[in-house]
């Protein structure tokens, strides 16, 4: 009995943190997100993080606003949604559908909006598993586009890309616009999935062109927050999860390449905003504009954390990269903007890991 309720007070304490997250970032949004009143939205690769945390605004907005708007998570697994959020998993205005994106030939003709969040950014499936990937991004695209010229009532389609499109970020770059080509290599593993994600892109170009479905894209770059496993091969992760475990917090490589990371709930407000009033055709970046290396991150981390692990920079590469969004076009068209500065960010990262079982 004392574990149950050791539990049940963990699982209070998770929820309070996402209701003090929505309270303070998704309702300030709501005014501009009444387009989604009493709609059903169709959402594939819904039980992962972009679509845990759509979930959570989503079902905030209907118990706080009364906004009626029902989802529909398509997920391989679903299984594991139940485990991670039952609470989501249990409520009425969401169901979960156990499908293959690459199979979907039928779509609900009542419903309004689509969110494509299918396939996930982790290299490490990527590697082991390419072709599944491409054929994920690039069939899953196709079958859900071509399903989707048969809603009559369907009034946008939000596709998730993904900043990676862009390659590498050039040395005289500040910050990367949606107008950037990228410096892809075709002939490199470590191109599967950007490479898949831009012939995505042009799909929905083409059926938007061909046939008019609306269809928006947005392009996420590095987020940081509740629901983002610890054990993902990305150097905050991987900072967050040495110092919670006080271990050494280790650098692979200078601690010179530069990044930006966006909290969760900006995200979700972003990809609201984008699917309801983003231009159809039109591509915009998602992420944070403040830029900090990996050796400032790891002191952040440390000094958050309040642990006694030490800094080890282990000099394997000399890697000086930087990846950082321009989000001009989302601040000058949909008046988006980061809420949760990166400190902030880390200090409720912190708090929420603490509060999860560490694998």
Not at 74 to 83: G, L, T, Y
């Amino acid at each position: 009995m004392r574990k149950f309720a050791q539990e049940e007070s963990m699982k209070t304490g998770l929820r309070e943190i996402i209701n003090r997250d929505c309270e303070e970032v998704v309702a300030p949004a709501a005014p501009r997100l009444d387009m989604l009143k009493n709609r059903l939205v169709y959402i594939t690769g819904g039980t992962g993080f972009v679509g845990t945390w759509i979930s959570e605004a989503v079902a905030f907005l209907n118990d706080q606003f009364r906004f009626n708007t029902c989802l529909i998570l398509v997920s391989r697994n679903p299984d594991s949604f139940r485990e991670k959020a039952p609470h989501l998993a249990s409520r009425k205005d969401i169901e979960l559908l156990s499908l293959n994106v690459k199979n979907i030939f039928e779509i609900p003709s009542d419903v309004s909006y689509i969110i494509h969040a299918a396939a996930s950014p982790d290299n490490r499936q990527h590697v082991s598993d390419p072709l599944d990937v491409m054929q994920t991004i690039t069939s899953g695209t196709g079958a859900l586009l071509d399903t989707a010229t048969g809603l009559t009532g369907l009034k946008k389609i939000l596709n998730i890309s993904s900043g990676q499109i862009y390659g590498r970020q050039l040395c005289d770059m500040e910050a990367i616009p949606e107008s950037y080509a990228g410096s892809l290599d075709c002939n490199s593993i470590n191109s599967v999935y950007p490479e898949s994600k831009r012939y995505a892109e042009t799909l929905c170009c083409a059926y938007w062109s061909l046939y008019k479905v609306p269809v928006v894209i947005a392009r996420p770059f590095a987020f940081i927050g509740p629901y983002l496993p610890l054990d993902r091969p990305w150097a905050l992760n991987n900072f967050i999860r040495d110092a919670l475990m006080n271990k050494t917090i280790r650098i692979i490589g200078n601690g010179l390449p530069v990044r930006s990371y966006m909290y969760p709930s900006d995200m979700a407000v972003w990809m609201l905003r984008i699917l309801i009033e983003g231009a159809a055709g039109a591509a915009y970046n998602v992420g944070s504009p403040y830029s900090i290396s990996l050796r400032e991150l790891a002191e952040k981390v440390k000094l958050h954390s309040q642990t006694a692990s030490s800094i080890l920079i282990k000099n394997l590469n000399d890697d000086k990269s930087k990846v950082i969004p321009d989000i001009t076009r989302s601040r000058t068209q949909l008046a988006l903007d980061v809420g949760i500065s990166v400190d902030e960010a880390i200090k409720r990262s912190i708090v929420w890991y603490r509060n999860i079982k560490l694998s």
